[in-house]
């Protein structure tokens, strides 16, 4: 028998490695099966405000499955929507007296600016709502023409009698699906409505409101058809990981997936990854309260890099309250990480660099990772050679923070 090269054994140890992740629709941590090139759907701002911690959390978690995935050789294709007309952005500009495309165009550039200063990856594509009538339209008429639809005074709305898995990816009840569609944009108790789940797909414009000329009727798409059809013309029919805050998974993501699915007669995305939510000392963060921590402030306290490294002190899965001493905290931990990389070269093997690997294949166990940097730091401060320096400035790279 002939003796494999040990470069050959190494290369077939580390194609075989693979992240470990919680598929919502399945309800179980499963091993990601992807090809060489993996397409990514996280859904997008909605640019009536500025960017708070809830965003920062959420689309630093892709970030760190991105740059995981490419460290196992993977392409990743993301793409990240703007929903820059529905039923938040018009009501907000109206209040300020501004066209909605102006209060968009300033959000979507303070936004932008969050993820540069956050070091995430910057998304291939992102698609606007505006942008995308055309195909939104098209993807109605193909459900109309497959008997999904029905009109009534002017609005146009999916029939969710006619896809029977809606449902299985939120895995809620009827009643449970009814209270959250009140809750999150739906209305359940419209009269016009065959069911109470039926959704909007179309519907006509108020007076200072924009519109769009449609087979439906002048008018404006509903907020789920969007992603549908953005999704789909960026990426194809079928995606590989779309993702999303859980507040998300009903209506909005139940939703995409039986408009999809009823148009195309395929899986719409193969794995669904939702991150969990943020409070703010003891309360639920939202606008309505005014107790958003907006990153723009933040980062002006505390360095960009110690915004990632508190929000990785939490799982992504976990709902979890932010205090404000954790800004000062975070600093204080960046601050030794730092101190002690020193001027090191990254050294991309050894056992801090495999157990941080391992950490954001186990689920993406980033308290685990976090633990493991400071952990190293304080090793190093305590006397540990120069080769430690050079795995912590590359286990540190490898969650997108740079320690030079």
Known sequence: MVKE?????????????????????????????????VRMYVCGIT??????????????????IIRRLEDLGHTVELVRNVTDVDDSILPK?????????????????????????LNTRPAALEPRATESIVGMIELIRGLESGGHTYTVDGVTYFDVTTFVSFGELSHLTNEEMTALAAERGGSPDDPRQRNALDFVLWQPSADDEPRWDSPFGAGRPGWHIE??????????????IHGGGEDLIFPHHECEIAQSESVTGVTFSRYWVHTGLVGYQGTKM????????FVSDLRQEIDPRAIRLALMA???????????EEASDAQSDLDRLVRAAGKADPVSHGPLVDEVRSALDDDLDTPRVRAALLGAAQSIEDGAGPPHRGCLVAAASLCGIDLH
Not at 27 to 36: K, N, P, S
Not at 227 to 240: K, V
Request: with cysteine.
């Open 314 to 324: 939490h799982h992504y899965r976990s709902n979890f309250e932010w205090f404000d």
């Open 286 to 293: 939202s606008k309505s309260l005014g107790n958003l921590v």
């Open 47 to 64: 640019p009536y405000d500025s960017t708070h911690l809830g965003h920062a959390a959420t689309y630093l978690t892709y970030d760190l």
């Open 5 to 37: 090269l040990p470069w050959l054994q190494t290369k077939k140890a580390t194609t075989s490695m693979t992240m470990r992740l919680y598929d919502t629709a399945r309800q179980e941590i499963v091993d990601l099966e992807l090809g060489d090139h």
């Open 93 to 117: 500009a109206r209040e300020l007296g501004i066209d909605f495309l102006q209060l968009a165009e300033s959000e979507i550039n303070r936004f932008t600016q969050d993820m540069e200063a």
């Open 227 to 240: 992603c549908s059809a953005m999704s789909m013309d960026a990426l194809g029919t079928t995606i590989d």
